[in-house]
Nanobody, 114 residues
């Protein structure tokens, strides 16, 4: 499984960005797809994900601001990020779990200026 993420960039505080992650390399659907992030000097942390039963799970620090969605036909997951804060600055990684194995995208930088 290969994951291609896109959509990062530089935005002012209060602004919005939309990340996309397209999966390829399998003809099967992937239920567990989501987003993590890693800020400089910090550990990678969960941002939002679809669970194995297709529910949405969000980290507390993004609830009400970020929305995860998906297009199953395109095997693509999206992260709509609104009301961005400088502390959201990080490299955002797409993640998928397929047949028990984790896969990671290459990461996309999100920078929020104050």
């Amino acid at each position: 499984v290969q994951l291609q993420a896109s959509g990062g960039g530089l935005v002012q505080a209060g602004g919005s960005l939309r990340l996309s992650c397209a999966a390829s390399g399998t003809r099967f659907s992937i239920n567990r797809m989501g987003w993590y992030r890693q800020a400089p000097g910090k550990q990678r942390e969960l941002v939002a994900t679809f669970t194995s039963d297709s529910n949405r799970h969000y980290a507390d620090f993004v609830k009400g601001r970020f929305t995860i969605s998906r297009d199953n036909a395109k095997k693509t997951v999206y992260l709509e990020m609104n009301s961005l804060k400088p502390e959201d600055t990080a490299v955002y990684y797409c993640n998928a779990v397929f047949r028990g194995d984790p896969f990671w995208g290459q990461g996309t930088q999100v920078t929020v200026s104050s």
